[in-house]
Every structure is written in C-alpha cells, then in structure tokens.
C-alpha cells in the first residue's frame, strides 16, 4: 500500500489530477501493483477524504491555541518515533491542528502497531499532498529522506 501511496505522490502534481478510483485502479494494475494492495491504497485514500472532511471544523482554530496530549493508547499505537515526528512537524509550523488530527487518524487506520518512521513519513506526505499544502523545502526533503527499500508490504 504505501509504495502505491509514494507512487501516486510521485506521478500526481496534485490530489485532483488523479484519475477516479476504478480508472486509478486499472492503472495501478497495469503500473504492476497488486490488486490487494490497490485495494488497501484506495481504501485507505477514501478514509483520508472521509477524515478530512470530518476534521474541517479544527482547521479554524488558530495554530497557537491547541495543545495535543497523547493517550497511552496512541503512545502505543502509534509508537514514540511517529509522535516524536508528528510533533517535529507541529514545531515546524507545517501541520496545524486539523492535519495533526488528520495524520493521527490515519497511521491508527493503517493497523500496524507501532508505526515505522518511514510509513508515517509517507502518511504526512500523503496528509500535507491532499490538502495542497504549502511546505517548506528542509521539511520535504525530510519527508522524502528515508530509503524506500526498508518499507515492508
């Protein structure tokens, strides 16, 4: 799933220039990508809009004002090198309080446990991608660091 994910970042300017999903599908199959995992990848995907929409009302609180506590079940979930890197981006300026909560919701929608840097690096990708989110070129070049070759399917 995740290597379809960094695929459609890779080839998609933006979130829009991506074909529907049954079109999105065929193409990812030809590409050589599993039916399996374009399932999981669309899937997951529709889950982003989903939570994304669900998540508009926070967008409007100033970036200031909002304090993220973890729960012992997210520290666990999650893992300490996930949240030490979701906030790592809070600190940066690039993910205000509705993409955090965006970021949180989908590495728990992935059901590993706890999540890889490398796969939370990608879901922030993924999150900032989807919202066309201006972010700075330190701050992508660190989104992108990690070698793709230690991503298990």
Request: glycine share 6%.
């Amino acid at each position: 799933m995740f290597d379809i994910l960094v695929y459609l970042f890779e080839n998609y300017y933006t979130p829009q220039a991506c074909p529907e999903a049954d079109v999105l599908a065929h193409k990812l199959a030809a590409v050589g990508f599993e039916h399996e995992d374009i399932n999981d990848a669309l899937g997951w995907l529709h889950g982003l809009a989903q939570t994304t929409e669900e998540c508009g009302e926070l967008a409007h609180i100033p970036v200031g004002d909002s304090k993220r506590i973890f729960t012992d079940h997210e520290y666990q979930t999650l893992g300490t090198q996930a949240i030490g890197f979701i906030t790592f981006l809070e600190n940066s300026g690039v993910l205000p309080p509705a993409l955090r909560e965006i970021l949180i919701e989908r590495a728990q929608a992935t059901g590993e446990s706890p999540i890889s840097l490398s796969k939370i690096k990608i879901i922030a990708l993924m999150v900032l991608w989807s919202q066309e989110a201006e972010v700075d070129h330190l701050v992508f070049e660190e989104l992108l660091a990690d070698d793709r070759t230690r991503l298990s399917h």
